[in-house]
């Protein structure tokens, strides 16, 4: 049996989180300069929207840029930037005919002109369709996030808007950008490191983490799957017992019979 038939379709996680890692040393492998990992890995990138789609996963993130990757050599940072805005305009097909919106989260007024047009425009067209919502996080760094998030907070209490005693988990996610995104339930790291690099760290509190030796631009719709399988067969429990959670299962069953 294939992979993408073992999976349970009612048991899928409703957002996926993926660092995509590998390109460079992909590139190093085949003897190519770095920029050709970006661009094979283009190709991963559209195996997994597809495989997301197909299985009906509500919530697909991919860390396509860090704050940090803007230290890279610039040669290489204009090259990525070419890239995403040549990607973007030639995914678009793909997108539509699978009924794909765009979302971004991050620093996007630090990306070229270029860029944010080309995003913008891909938002746009892409704003009434209703399957898988792709997130893409462009100049991004949790660490940035959170402290925009207490900034945020310290403007409100500082108009007299809200008492610091009435600060919370709730207001708090408030002021994150991925407000409105449910936390991922599993993230997906490629080429072997084992590490989160930044990345969403306040919103992967309780989601299962894989960690594959795969090099990005090789990862593909299998992998894909067989990441969801691995998903699948865990206990997730969040700070509960096992005896608890087989309750609260049996609970929900009774309610929907």
């Keep these: 049996m294939e992979i993408k038939e073992q999976i349970n379709r009612e048991k899928l996680p409703g957002h996926v989180a993926v660092i995509m890692d ?12 770095r920029i050709k990992g ?3 890995g283009v190709g991963a990138v559209r195996d997994t929207v597809e495989a997301a789609a197909e299985l009906g996963i509500r919530y697909l993130t991919l860390f396509a840029f860090s704050t940090e990757n803007w230290n890279r050599p610039k040669y290489e940072i204009d090259a990525l930037m070419k890239l995403l805005v040549e990607s973007i305009h030639n995914e678009m097909k793909t997108l539509m005919d699978n009924n794909i919106r765009l979302a971004t989260i991050g620093d996007l007024q630090s990306l070229p002109s270029k860029s944010q047009q080309e995003l913008k425009k891909a938002m746009d067209t892409t704003s009434g369709n209703t399957g898988l919502t ?11 996030e959170i402290v925009e998030a207490c900034r945020k907070i310290a403007e409100t209490v500082q108009k007299g808007e809200m008492k610091p ?4 988990v709730h207001s708090f996610t408030a002021g994150l950008t991925t407000v409105g995104i449910p936390d991922p339930e599993l993230l997906i790291r490629t ?18 983490l894989y ?22 067969n865990r206990e997730r429990r969040f700070g509960l017992t096992s005896e608890q959670i087989t309750k609260v299962e049996s609970a929900k069953k009774k309610r929907t019979q």
């Design 22 to 33: 590998g390109n460079g040393r992909w590139a190093r492998k085949q003897g190519f300069a």
């Design 134 to 144: 792709l997130v893409l996080a462009l100049s991004y760094s949790s660490r940035w």
């Design 211 to 232: 960690f594959t030796p795969t090099l990005w631009p090789d990862f593909n719709k299998e992998e894909f799957f067989r990441a969801i399988l691995d998903f699948q």
């Design 191 to 208: 080429s072997g490191e084992y590490r989160i690099s930044n990345f969403l760290l306040w919103q992967i509190a309780y989601t299962e």
């Design 165 to 168: 005693e009435e600060i919370d």
């Design 38 to 40: 970006h661009e094979k």
